[in-house]
């Protein structure tokens, strides 16, 4: 179908006869492509800004985990169904002994409520051993990490925990009662830009504990649910894995229980959440882009029974019915065509402001901003199509009768 210039001339006149009813109408539009645009942007910035977090740890870090908690996505799986899900103190020396292995620390959770001038009931405990900063290279805003010289008597604060266990400006040196002990703080972790290895943690709202003391607090053994590790040499790293993956399996009696991979695989259950989510985020948005496109249906529709006594006298002057439905498209096509301009353009200063703004990092995907406004455009004329059929058939005596 063409678009003389009239036709477009026409169909502007159309719509700027009725501006209000045109924008309101019109909106519908931007605000769905903006909802598609902005949800698979903001979702690509967080599987990129997980794959920088996972980049920094370096290409020599593996981690060691159950195996059902690759399987359920998430590395926390397994740990309200009791320690024989998790790993042992056993396996995490066999990866310490490992031919290769430069360093290993592990990751358990503990439980009970910590008081220091304010008490926490229910705080994020992880129990790991003093290699843990060196691994994922986190640094610390004061103090230092515990070492095995301390003890057992000095723990690490998260930023936000740190300043609901004490009221001051530095909890350094002050001590904490956890589990019928003292603990002194011997330093503070700089702020976790992502948790290591995890969308499900926030370490910022975390207690590092010495692994033993945890342990024999806790009542025994502790299972670790992650034993992260590092080989001596990043170009040896596969072959370190490969090692470390058969120790475990020879001491699981021959059992595969046990995942053993690259940093860099770890996050794939955190992309194929986003990944989830995006989808049926994505999807929502499209239903409010098919909403917007009911909208331009219902002006047309008022549009036509307003215009009836138009519609008539073009016919009985010699306008073909082709003639009468491409001017209601061309106008059904405006509408969609400039709310998926405006949509796709206000997206772009979205992606800016949050990027400026927050700490989300949303990257602008050029193919979704191809695709939403066509599909916008697409929807648009759809169902402009119809109110512009009714119009077609009309019969041109009734219609001029109309008034």
């Known amino acids: 179908m063409s678009l003389s210039r009239e036709n477009l001339r026409l169909a502007y006149r159309s719509l700027r006869a009725a501006r209000a009813r045109s924008f309101l109408t019109m909106l519908g539009i931007v605000i769905g492509v903006m909802a598609v645009v902005l949800v698979v942007c903001i979702g690509q910035g967080i599987k990129k800004q997980i794959s920088g977090d996972l980049g920094r740890y370096g290409k020599g870090l593996f981690v060691a985990q159950p195996e059902q908690t690759e399987a359920g996505g998430s590395i926390l799986a397994g740990l309200a169904s009791g320690s024989s899900n998790l790993l042992s103190q056993q396996d995490f020396r066999t990866i310490q002994k490992t031919d290769g292995v430069a360093a290993a620390a592990s990751l358990s959770v503990a439980t009970g409520s910590m008081t220091g001038d304010d008490t926490v009931r229910s705080p994020f405990i992880i129990a790991t051993t003093p290699g843990f900063p060196d691994i994922v290279r986190q640094h610390m805003i004061s103090g230092g990490f515990f070492e095995s010289s301390d003890n057992g008597k000095a723990v690490v604060l998260g930023m936000s925990i740190a300043g609901k266990l004490f009221n001051n400006s530095s909890a350094v040196g002050q001590t904490l009662s956890w589990r019928g002990q003292q603990f002194i703080v011997a330093g503070i972790f700089d702020d976790f830009k992502a948790p290591p290895l995890s969308l499900e943690s926030n370490f910022n709202n975390a207690v590092f504990v010495p692994y033993d003391v945890a342990s024999k607090l806790m009542g025994g053994s502790l299972g670790m649910y992650q034993v992260l590790g590092k080989a001596s040499s990043a170009k040896d790293a596969p072959k370190t894995i490969h090692a470390v993956d058969t120790a475990l399996l020879a001491a699981h009696g ?31 948005a499209i239903i409010a882009l098919i909403v917007g496109g009911v909208g331009i249906m219902d002006v047309m529709l008022v549009s036509v029974t307003e215009r009836m006594y138009e519609i008539g006298l073009r ?34 200063a979205a992606v800016g402001l949050l990027r400026l703004y927050t700490s989300m990092q949303p990257v602008l995907v050029w193919q979704i901003l191809v695709i939403a406004p066509l599909l916008a455009v697409a929807i648009g004329v759809f169902f402009g199509s119809m109110p512009a059929l009714k119009a077609a058939r009309k019969d041109p005596i009734e219609a001029l009768r109309h008034d």
């Not at 002057?317 to 206000?346: C, D, K, P, Y």
């Open 315 to 348: 016919k009985a002057i010699g306008a073909t019915n082709h003639q009468i439905m491409r001017q209601f498209v061309v106008e059904a096509l405006l509408l969609s065509g400039w709310g998926a301009v405006i949509g796709a353009a206000l997206s772009c």
């Open 254 to 284: 021959g059992t595969h229980d046990v995942s053993v991979m690259p940093a860099s695989a770890a996050g794939g259950a955190s992309d194929r959440t986003i990944q989830l989510l995006t989808m049926l985020i994505s999807g929502a």
